[in-house]
T-cell receptor, first 113, second 113 residues
Framework: DTEVTQTPKHLVMGMTNKKSLKCEQH?????MYWYKQKAKKPPELMFVYSYEKLSINESVPSRFSPECPNSSLLNLHLHALQPEDSALYLCASSHPVLIDTQYFGPGTRLTVL | QKEVEQNSGPLSVPEGAIASLNCTYS??????FFWYRQYSGKSPELIMFIYSNGDKEDGRFTAQLNKASQYVSLLIRDSQPSDSATYLCAVGPSGGGADGLTFGKGTHLIIQP
């Protein structure tokens, strides 16, 4: 089983709103990731959590705030976003042995008005 | 700066033929290589990974790796219309680990019935 779940599937928010994206996996994976994907572009890495600690932040603006409450759950808190932040936000987790091997969730389609 | 290069296509292949997708990478220290399939509006789905030089087969898919030439390919035999998608080549971090993947821009494959 390689299931990563993400909620919500779609999110529309204004520039002054605060919202959160949620990602969950119950496969015992110890590394989890957030990627951002714009239309017709490849996924771009945003954050990496390894053993519940933030290990990589790819110079992401502070209006995106990640959180890893436990080994199964990853959140991305959003505040004061811009229309150019509209994208597909993908969560992934890594196989515990083949740790490079990442499995993606279905994504959250975010639209910022 | 690691780079992963793919021909963006579209690559058009008749149904039943072999589709050949190619990828080159810049970081000679890369150790892990992945092919993801992405349907329009959906998240990337892992279809093959390869770590060692040579061929790796899984059903209709064969991944080929040549580290000396820094070249990875994916062959799809007996192509079906359902194989029409964007194929993303991804490279893992040098030395392995949970550092995120570097993606190529993807090749848009069209299987003509």
């Amino acid at each position: 089983d390689t299931e990563v779940t993400q909620t919500p599937k779609h999110l529309v928010m204004g520039m002054t709103n605060k919202k959160s994206l949620k990602c969950e996996q119950h496969m015992g994976h110890r590394a989890m990731y957030w990627y951002k994907q714009k239309a017709k572009k490849p996924p771009e890495l945003m954050f990496v959590y390894s053993y519940e600690k933030l290990s990589i932040n790819e110079s992401v603006p502070s209006r995106f705030s990640p959180e890893c409450p436990n080994s199964s759950l990853l959140n991305l808190h959003l505040h004061a976003l811009q229309p150019e932040d509209s994208a597909l936000y993908l969560c992934a987790s890594s196989h515990p042995v083949l740790i490079d091997t990442q499995y993606f969730g279905p994504g959250t389609r975010l639209t910022v008005l | 700066q690691k780079e992963v290069e793919q021909n963006s296509g579209p690559l058009s292949v008749p149904e039943g033929a072999i589709a050949s997708l190619n990828c080159t990478y810049s970081d000679r220290g890369s150790q892990s290589f992945f092919w993801y399939r992405q349907y329009s509006g959906k998240s990337p789905e892992l279809i093959m990974f390869i770590y060692s030089n040579g061929d790796k087969e899984d059903g209709r898919f064969t991944a080929q790796l040549n580290k000396a030439s820094q070249y990875v390919s994916l062959l799809i035999r007996d192509s079906q219309p359902s194989d029409s998608a964007t194929y993303l080549c991804a490279v893992g971090p040098s030395g392995g680990g949970a550092d995120g993947l570097t993606f190529g821009k993807g090749t848009h494959l069209i299987i003509q019935p």
